[in-house]
Structure formats: C-alpha cells, structure tokens
C-alpha cells in the first residue's frame, strides 16, 4: 500500500518550497491529487496553512503565525 504522509512530513515539504501547488506535493509523495485535497483540507482547518487558487491549479502555503 501507499505510504500516507503524516501531516508533519507534508507541513516540512509546504515549508522547504514557501509555495507550492497540489500536484507537485501528490508526485513528491507519490500519492493522488485527491488524498493531498484531502491531507491539506485537515492543515486548513487546524489553520495552519493557507490555499488559493492560482490559475487552473491550487497552491498552499505555512500560514504564519
């Protein structure tokens, strides 16, 4: 089976790149597009990111303290 990132390991990589979008955390992960939606609507709602859009594609970043 695939192995799912704790929320740690997901938060660690959103701040080694400052901003980046889904799909590029799903293929560092090797995981789908769906499971990251669903990992960063947890950090969403614990505040501790932030998402946007940004042309066809959704990007999130550390919220700051």
């Known amino acids: 089976s ?3 990132p704790n ?3 997901i938060l660690d990589f959103i701040r080694h790149h ?3 979008n889904f799909s590029m955390i799903a293929r ?3 995981i ?3 499971t990251v939606s669903d990992l960063i609507k947890d950090l969403e709602k614990k505040k501790l990111v932030i998402v946007k859009q940004l042309g ?4 999130v970043r550390i919220k700051e303290k």
């Not at 066809?56 to 990007?59: L, M, R």
């Open 2 to 4: 695939l192995m799912i």
């Open 7 to 9: 929320q740690k390991e």
């Open 18 to 20: 400052d901003i980046i």
């Open 28 to 30: 560092h992960f090797d």
């Open 32 to 34: 789908q597009n769906m």
């Open 56 to 59: 066809g594609s959704k990007v």
